[in-house]
């Protein structure tokens, strides 16, 4: 397992496909992180390695590949030995017969969806005491395959990502990439689009916000269970002043938002100016 084991272990990143960091140069800063990346990203393993993956929808996603291109980068990935949860679909399942999909050697599946689970809090923390000074010392397949991680049912693949990096023992989650209003130019971060699939057939470029990532239900039941564990979402100041502009937009009220650069700078202070929702940690 190619892990390393000397990066920062207070703190994991987790990529979300959005543009609203697109502004900034964040992936060389991303190459010394802890880094879980959220399904298109996988496009990006050659050029862009990271030490963690949650793809979502194969079934959607191979037939846009053979459509459109990538099929065979696709194929590279899912049969690498990168560590990996995948969506445990019966969909997904026939897609990886149907088109022959070899799966590595660190490819791990969620759990079926089960909504009384989902806010369960043996379930959650089944996996004993979260979070831990190193979290390198559980980097090991036999910790790995045990993990909970259950599918998207509610709060998107964003959910899942940040379940996982709970379960990873880390303190803090930077979310990145998660767009809190719409932005224009696409669904997808243009590192995303120069090289993988595209997002749509029609309006490719249409402004665009992951509405279901916010959902309230489940981030409010999230927020009570997590145990020593802080979320936060990081947006480039340029972006900000963008989304300042909807005052009453209430996706942002979701998550404690930081500053990229402050981030960046070792000196993430929550933007206070935002209403978060009361029970927001």
């Known amino acids: 397992m190619n892990l390393s084991l000397d990066k920062r272990p207070d703190r994991i990143f987790v990529l979300t496909c959005g543009r609203s960091c697109d502004s900034v140069d964040f992936l060389p800063f991303l190459k010394n992180e802890y880094v879980i990346a959220v399904s298109r990203w996988a496009f990006l393993f050659k050029e862009h390695p990271f030490d963690f993956y949650y793809v979502n929808?194969?079934?959607?996603l191979i037939p846009m590949t053979i459509q459109y291109g990538g099929f065979d980068t696709y194929k590279d990935f899912m049969a690498s030995d990168l560590v990996t949860w995948n969506k445990n679909y019966k969909k997904d399942e026939k897609a990886f017969v149907k088109y022959d999909i070899k799966r590595g050697k660190y490819t791990y599946t969620t759990r079926p969806w089960a909504s009384k689970s989902l806010f369960d809090a043996d379930?959650?923390?089944?996996n004993?005491?979260?979070p831990t000074e190193r979290p390198q010392d559980y980097f090991k397949d036999e910790h790995f395959k045990k993990y909970p991680v259950q599918y998207t049912g509610y709060g998107s693949a964003t959910r899942v990502a940040v379940d996982l990096a709970y379960f990873l023992k880390f303190k803090t989650c930077y979310i990145m990439a998660?767009?809190?209003v719409s932005v224009q130019g696409g669904w997808y971060s243009r590192h995303i689009t120069d090289i993988a699939a595209p997002q749509s057939s029609t309006q490719p470029t249409v402004a665009y916000s992951r509405n279901s990532t916010f959902s309230t239900h489940v981030?409010?039941?999230r927020y009570s269970l997590y145990k020593g564990f802080d979320v936060r979402r990081v947006v480039p100041k340029d972006m900000y002043d963008i989304e300042r502009k909807e005052v009453d937009n209430p996706q942002r009220r979701v998550f404690k938002?930081?500053?990229y650069e402050d981030v960046v700078n070792d000196s993430p202070a929550i933007i206070d100016e935002i209403k978060y929702h009361d029970w927001v940690t």
């Open 219 to 221: 981030w409010r039941g």
């Open 123 to 126: 379930f959650l923390n089944e």
């Open 178 to 180: 998660l767009d809190a």
């Open 57 to 60: 929808d194969h079934h959607r």
């Open 257 to 259: 938002t930081v500053f």
């Open 128 to 130: 004993g005491v979260m």
